[in-house]
């Protein structure tokens, strides 16, 4: 591969990490705005651990990433699955009320510091 297409290929995966991110540091009254017609909660989710992590990884194997990034993006993702296995956390209203949701929150606003 070019290494120009390699650099704006990883600079696309940085541009979407961050804006997955961005989307899981949000307020949840935000993200239920900006989410509008979609199962809030599972979009979230599913866009962090289906685009967002493969992105990090990604940038994190061609060293864009820190180790401290990396670990941030998997406590995410770990949180994330294991509140897939409670049924409660997946509703606007878990969204905007529950712990576990604020405390993703507030790791996402740790690593989007970390990344801009």
Do not use: H
């Amino acid at each position: 591969m070019n290494n120009n297409v390699e650099t704006e290929e990883l600079m696309l995966f940085y541009d979407r990490l961050i804006e997955n991110v961005k989307q899981i540091s949000l307020e949840a009254s935000e993200q239920i705005d900006n989410l509008k017609g979609f199962a809030v909660a599972d979009e979230i989710a599913s866009d962090f651990s289906d685009i967002a992590k493969p992105y990090a990884f990604k940038l994190f194997k061609n060293e864009w990433l820190s180790a401290e990034q990396i670990n941030l993006v998997n406590k995410i993702d770990k949180r994330l699955d294991q509140m897939s296995n409670n049924k409660e956390l997946w509703t606007d209203e878990a969204l905007t009320r529950s712990n576990e949701w604020k405390q993703c929150r507030e790791l996402a606003r740790e690593l989007l510091k970390l990344l801009l």
